[in-house]
């Protein structure tokens, strides 16, 4: 599978983003996903993830109550809705996919776990 991240850009504080990730291919419900970041001179963390029908998710403690993702099986695309930004969520932004039962083996915040990449997409939070 193939995927292609986009919505990045500038925000100040306390503003909000929506990030999208479209995947090539027929067998997108059969994908675990997840968003991953990495800030300049860190490494990349894991952010949020879902599981390939949508009913379980997982977040970051980072990120809990203000980013919330959702995926459409229908259209082969998740998202990552971004609310009340902050600088420390500067980063480049991945999405992954999986297709090894991440969430049932409890490892879906594993980013060497997912075999497919996004090339990121970057995102700036101004104070």
């Known amino acids: 599978v193939q995927l292609q991240a986009s919505g990045g850009g500038l925000v100040q504080a306390g503003g909000s983003l929506r990030l999208s990730c479209v995947a090539s291919?027929?067998?997108?419900?059969?994908?675990?996903m997840g968003w991953f970041r990495q800030a300049p001179g860190k490494e990349r963390e894991f952010v949020a993830a879902?599981?390939?029908?949508?009913?379980?998710?997982n977040y970051a403690d980072s990120v809990k109550g203000r980013f919330t993702i959702s995926r459409d099986n229908a259209k082969n695309m998740v998202y990552l809705q971004m609310n009340s930004l902050k600088p420390e969520d500067t980063a480049v932004y991945f999405c992954?996919?999986?297709?090894?039962?991440?969430?049932?083996?409890?490892?879906?915040?594993?980013?060497?776990?997912?075999?497919?990449w996004g090339q990121g997409t970057l995102v700036t939070v101004s104070s």
């Open positions: 992954a996919a999986d297709a090894n039962e991440l969430f049932l083996a409890g490892l879906n915040t594993k980013e060497y776990l997912y075999e497919y």
């Open positions: 291919g027929r067998t997108f419900s059969s994908y675990d």
């Open positions: 879902i599981s390939r029908s949508g009913g379980t998710t």
